[in-house]
């Protein structure tokens, strides 16, 4: 017999637990993320957002900015200290003595402290280092040479202007400063280089997984057909009993089209898991690709796609850059073991005294004038040789860049063909799958009243199926010719839009 004394608190207890299940599980439900709808560019974006290649490239590209700015920062002004302080020097050595005309075996007991400071300003006229320099300077030092307890002590302070220009010889300033800009260009095209390579093998990687998807929607609309011959056909036995056997095969051929369709959903399962690892996805984030066949015909112009090929593409820039250091190469081989000549000017004011207080009073001018000449008289050719070698690598050079441009040309061409005829093949395949949908159905409503046999229906069947694989063939030949063309490019022909511009990366 019941109580009906704790029927109430049995009641409380039950209320009470579908309340707190409720209260726990909802916010759960509540918060699972919605699924990511997966389209090329939602690939690349999560991709590249996050991608360690990425990152290396961003910092190479930093390390060749900042060795410009020192380079740039070397053609402004700098200023140097140089301290002795002190130099002790207790140290015999040969000097010649004039009066004797021998050399003599001195002992010098010597103290110095010294500070040099110089204010150095590269010249740079209109924009152009010369190579020369130009500074302000000025020396103090104490200077005392013991003899036995006696000390002899002088101090001196000397001011003056400096200027120094190599000439006849490379302008290492500007060659540096030029190979810096070229350092960080090339590292920039490389940046847009492997960009582009990582977004064709996501693209391509994009289309695999389209394909599967676009699989089992095949599948299931072959599923879809066979499930209406079955129907067809139990409606034509249950009429006549002798022909049982064609609903036996069909349902044979519906098992198979099921077995099709799971296994192209396990397949498609398998590489969405894959994909999520390697998008660094987690286990709750799920992917949804809606698999669309949308061909909208594009027309492009040969000589505009070559032109891109050649300007947007880094190849072309790669090789004038390469030509640019090789020139740079050459000059600097010229400038070795050549006539040279190093002049030097200075022009100042200079005291000594035995006192400190006294070094700037009553000052005398000071100057100097140096020349220094290198004249090369016989080297066996060395110099010669080395030139001629870099003459033949500037003439190397010159050969890729026309090669390159030859086969630029060539191969945007070839592709331009492959995609014009992927295109057409898919136009076409498009408009037949329409008639065989239109056939399909027709048989199946001629079958089941009748007019046609079962072998008509399968056939049918099957012929439908086979010209949407032909379709969706045509249609992956299509965009994986529209992906070459791209990486040849470097431009999205679909949008009109430069490819780096499409997908922008980096800061």
């Given at each position: 017999?019941?109580?009906?004394?704790?029927?109430?608190?049995?009641?409380?207890?039950?209320?009470f637990?579908?309340?707190?299940?409720?209260?726990?599980?909802?916010?759960l439900?509540?918060?699972?993320?919605?699924?990511?709808?997966?389209?090329?560019?939602?690939?690349?974006?999560?991709?590249?957002?996050?991608?360690?290649?990425?990152?290396?490239?961003?910092?190479?590209?930093?390390?060749?900015?900042?060795?410009?700015?020192?380079?740039?920062?070397?053609?402004?002004?700098?200023?140097?200290?140089?301290?002795?302080?002190?130099?002790?020097?207790?140290?015999?050595?040969?000097?010649?003595?004039?009066?004797?005309?021998r050399?003599?075996?001195?002992?010098?007991?010597?103290?110095?402290?010294e500070?040099?400071?110089?204010?150095?300003?590269?010249?740079?006229?209109?924009?152009?280092?010369?190579?020369?320099?130009?500074?302000?300077?000025?020396?103090?030092?104490?200077?005392?040479?013991?003899?036995?307890?006696?000390?002899?002590?002088?101090?001196?302070?000397?001011?003056?202007?400096?200027?120094?220009?190599?000439?006849?010889?490379?302008?290492?300033?500007?060659?540096?400063?030029?190979?810096?800009?070229?350092?960080?260009?090339?590292?920039?095209?490389?940046?847009?280089?492997d960009?582009?390579?990582?977004?064709?093998?996501?693209?391509?990687?994009?289309?695999?997984?389209f394909?599967?998807a676009?699989?089992?929607?095949?599948?299931?609309?072959?599923?879809?057909?066979?499930?209406?011959?079955v129907?067809?056909?139990?409606?034509?036995?249950?009429?006549?009993?002798?022909?049982?056997?064609?609903?036996?095969?069909?349902?044979?051929?519906?098992?198979?089209?099921?077995?099709?369709?799971?296994?192209?959903?396990?397949?498609?399962?398998?590489?969405?898991?894959r994909?999520?690892?390697?998008?660094?996805?987690?286990?709750?984030?799920?992917?949804?690709?809606?698999?669309?066949?949308?061909?909208?015909?594009?027309?492009?112009?040969?000589?505009?796609?070559?032109?891109?090929?050649?300007?947007?593409?880094?190849?072309?820039?790669?090789?004038?850059?390469?030509r640019?250091?090789?020139?740079i190469?050459?000059?600097?081989?010229?400038?070795?073991?050549?006539?040279?000549?190093?002049?030097?000017?200075?022009?100042?004011?200079?005291?000594?005294?035995?006192?400190?207080?006294?070094?700037?009073?009553?000052?005398?001018?000071?100057?100097?004038?140096?020349?220094?000449?290198?004249?090369?008289?016989?080297?066996?050719?060395?110099?010669?040789?080395?030139?001629?070698?870099?003459?033949?690598?500037?003439?190397?050079?010159?050969?890729?860049?026309?090669?390159?441009?030859?086969?630029?040309?060539?191969?945007?061409?070839?592709?331009?063909?492959?995609?014009?005829?992927?295109q057409?093949?898919?136009?076409?395949?498009?408009?037949?799958?329409?008639?065989?949908?239109?056939?399909?159905?027709?048989?199946?409503?001629?079958?089941?009243?009748?007019?046609?046999?079962?072998?008509?229906?399968?056939?049918?069947?099957?012929?439908?199926?086979?010209?949407?694989?032909?379709?969706?063939?045509?249609?992956?030949?299509?965009?994986?010719?529209?992906?070459?063309?791209?990486?040849?490019t470097?431009?999205?022909?679909?949008?009109?839009?430069?490819?780096?511009?499409?997908?922008?990366?980096?800061?």
């Amino acid at each position: 017999m019941t109580d009906v004394r704790n029927a109430p608190g049995a009641a409380w207890r039950l209320a009470f637990f579908a309340l707190t299940a409720f209260t726990l599980t909802a916010p759960l439900t509540a918060q699972q993320p919605a699924p990511i709808e997966l389209t090329l560019d939602r690939m690349v974006e999560l991709a590249l957002k996050d991608s360690y290649r990425v990152r290396q490239l961003l910092l190479d590209i930093d390390r060749t900015r900042a060795l410009l700015q020192a380079e740039r920062a070397g053609l402004k002004s700098r200023v140097d200290l140089t301290l002795a302080a002190p130099e002790l020097e207790a140290i015999s050595d040969y000097k010649w003595n004039s009066t004797l005309q021998r050399n003599e075996l001195i002992h010098e007991n010597t103290r110095r402290w010294e500070a040099d400071l110089s204010i150095r300003q590269p010249v740079i006229l209109f924009g152009y280092p010369t190579g020369g320099a130009l500074s302000l300077n000025n020396k103090i030092y104490r200077y005392s040479q013991l003899d036995g307890d006696e000390r002899d002590a002088q101090f001196y302070n000397r001011y003056f202007v400096a200027y120094e220009q190599p000439l006849f010889q490379p302008n290492r300033m500007k060659n540096d400063l030029e190979q810096a800009q070229l350092e960080l260009e090339s590292s920039e095209l490389e940046f847009q280089g492997d960009i582009v390579e990582m977004v064709n093998d996501l693209a391509e990687q994009y289309f695999e997984l389209f394909e599967s998807a676009y699989q089992r929607v095949l599948a299931t609309q072959r599923l879809q057909n066979l499930e209406a011959a079955v129907a067809a056909a139990g409606q034509i036995v249950a009429a006549d009993s002798t022909r049982a056997i064609e609903l036996e095969q069909i349902q044979v051929a519906l098992a198979n089209a099921r077995e099709d369709q799971q296994s192209a959903s396990s397949s498609l399962r398998l590489q969405i898991a894959r994909l999520k690892q390697n998008l660094r996805l987690t286990t709750g984030d799920s992917i949804a690709l809606t698999p669309v066949l949308d061909l909208q015909p594009i027309t492009i112009d040969e000589a505009r796609a070559i032109e891109f090929a050649v300007s947007l593409a880094p190849r072309m820039r790669e090789l004038a850059i390469n030509r640019r250091e090789n020139e740079i190469r050459l000059a600097q081989t010229r400038g070795n073991d050549s006539f040279r000549v190093n002049l030097e000017l200075t022009y100042g004011r200079e005291v000594q005294d035995p006192r400190f207080e006294n070094l700037w009073t009553r000052p005398r001018n000071s100057y100097t004038i140096n020349v220094d000449a290198q004249v090369p008289l016989w080297d066996w050719g060395e110099r010669k040789h080395r030139i001629r070698a870099d003459q033949y690598s500037l003439q190397r050079t010159d050969l890729s860049i026309q090669q390159t441009r030859e086969e630029i040309a060539t191969n945007v061409r070839n592709e331009l063909l492959n995609l014009k005829e992927f295109q057409q093949r898919a136009l076409n395949m498009q408009s037949n799958l329409s008639r065989a949908q239109q056939i399909t159905a027709t048989t199946l409503a001629r079958y089941g009243n009748g007019e046609v046999t079962l072998v008509d229906v399968l056939q049918t069947i099957e012929r439908e199926s086979d010209t949407a694989e032909n379709r969706l063939e045509a249609y992956l030949g299509y965009q994986e010719a529209l992906i070459d063309l791209q990486q040849m490019t470097y431009y999205d022909f679909e949008r009109g839009v430069p490819l780096i511009e499409r997908f922008r990366v980096g800061r």
